[in-house]
């Protein structure tokens, strides 16, 4: 059997731990869920009414942030998880073990990519019940899926150097909330037009906002301009930090 073979039979088989622990302890799968659907609701209902959003319905104008916010949610369960497991000495012990370096933190990326991806389908559920309709045709959906999958990539990367870094959940936990915070600060409840002209230099400008802009086209059917290629470079660029940061921290721990 191949290098490559024996490393896609390992990573297939820590992701079934992943997915095994996930089903043991669902809460973090649920408030996945819960958290961007009560955001929804409080949203869509408490204070749509205030927000001008160009003659767009504030609930189409709401979807993508509500997905991005998602995606943010996902750092620090992936996070925790990863420290969990190196404050444990999981990784120390698989270290010793015949088993290919790459195959836990790929175990734990993709694990936290389907479960990200099944909570954002169900909260799209949630928002079709709502009322929510999208004008995309298959094309753009496709355009959707694709950018979706891209950034919750780049987010489990980057949430599993975040958890390595820092080692301790506690930590991982701290360190992964400045990106529940930074949704509120891009275009994904409000235009940032409305935001003060000292605050737009970074709002409008953050990859926050471009991804969001981008879905928001795609998912309405509107011209989304340079939105989508700087959203896909955002994108493809986190997930090479996350890859090279994971690495350096997974290496200095087998130093130590």
Do not use: K
Request: overall charge positive; hydrophobic content about 55%; some cysteine.
């Amino acid at each position: 059997m191949s290098a490559l073979a024996y490393a896609l039979t390992d990573s297939s088989t820590m992701l079934r731990r992943v997915l095994r622990h996930t089903t043991r302890n669902p809460s973090t799968l649920i408030m996945s869920i819960l958290l961007p659907g009560v955001l929804l609701l409080l949203l869509n209902y408490g204070f749509g009414g205030a927000i001008e959003t160009g003659g767009v319905r504030y609930l189409d104008y709401l979807i993508p942030g509500i997905i991005m916010m998602g995606a943010c949610y996902s750092v620090s369960a992936t996070a925790v998880s990863v420290a969990t497991d190196a404050s444990e000495g999981i990784i120390d012990r698989f270290r010793t073990m015949a088993v290919a370096r790459s195959a836990l933190m790929t175990g734990h990326v993709v694990g936290s990519l389907l479960r990200s991806l099944f909570g954002t389908s169900l909260v799209v559920l949630v928002a079709l019940a709502l009322g929510y309709r999208p004008t995309s045709d298959p094309l753009r959906w496709l355009a959707v899926a694709g950018l979706v999958t891209l950034l919750l990539f780049a987010i489990a990367w980057l949430a599993a150097a975040i958890g390595l870094a820092t080692g301790n959940a506690t930590g991982a936990a701290s360190a992964s909330a400045i990106f529940q915070i930074l949704p509120f600060l891009s275009g994904a409840f409000v235009p940032t037009e409305t935001m003060p002209g000292w605050l737009q230099a970074f709002t409008a400008n953050q990859p926050m906002t471009h991804i969001v802009a981008a879905l928001r086209g795609l998912l309405n059917d509107a011209p989304v301009g340079d939105h989508a290629w700087i959203a896909v470079a955002w994108c493809a660029g986190t997930a090479l930090l996350g890859v090279l940061w994971a690495r350096s921290a997974y290496n200095r721990r087998a130093t130590r």
